[in-house]
Nanobody, 123 residues
Framework: VQLQASGGGLVQPGGSLRLSCTAS????????IGWFRQAPGKEREGVAC?????????YYVDSVKGRFTGSRDNTKNTVYLQMNSLKPEDTAVYYC????????????????WGQGTLVTVSS
């Protein structure tokens, strides 16, 4: 199983980015997917979680509620994190992770992590 987060970049405060989490060898819709971030000098932080399949419920850390939205496109086997109204404090490397077990819901126990993508929010 290989996960890959992509879509990061440099954006001005107030701007938007959409991150993608793709995978080979696994159907992402069967698993809860989490988004995490780690800023320089800080611990990794859970940002969002999207439950599997028909549940599809989403959970967000308070600091991103109302600004970030998680979603899935099962035809593309991709999970997204839409990030709006970005702030400098959102600057971090963002990772996606897959829960251990199919049918998982949030909060989940994650067993597979992808390589991250850097998001820099700066003017």
């Amino acid at each position: 199983v290989q996960l890959q987060a992509s879509g990061g970049g440099l954006v001005q405060p107030g701007g938007s980015l959409r991150l993608s989490c793709t995978a080979s060898g696994v159907t992402l819709n069967y698993y809860a997917i989490g988004w995490f971030r780690q800023a320089p000098g800080k611990e990794r932080e859970g940002v969002a979680c999207i439950s599997s399949g028909d549940d599809g419920s989403t959970y967000y850390v308070d600091s991103v509620k109302g600004r970030f939205t998680g979603s899935r496109d099962n035809t593309k086997n991709t999970v997204y994190l839409q990030m709006n109204s970005l702030k400098p404090e959102d600057t971090a490397v963002y990772y996606c992770a897959r829960a251990h077990y199919p049918g998982s819901t949030c909060p989940a126990d994650y067993g597979y992590w992808g390589q991250g993508t850097l998001v820099t929010v700066s003017s």
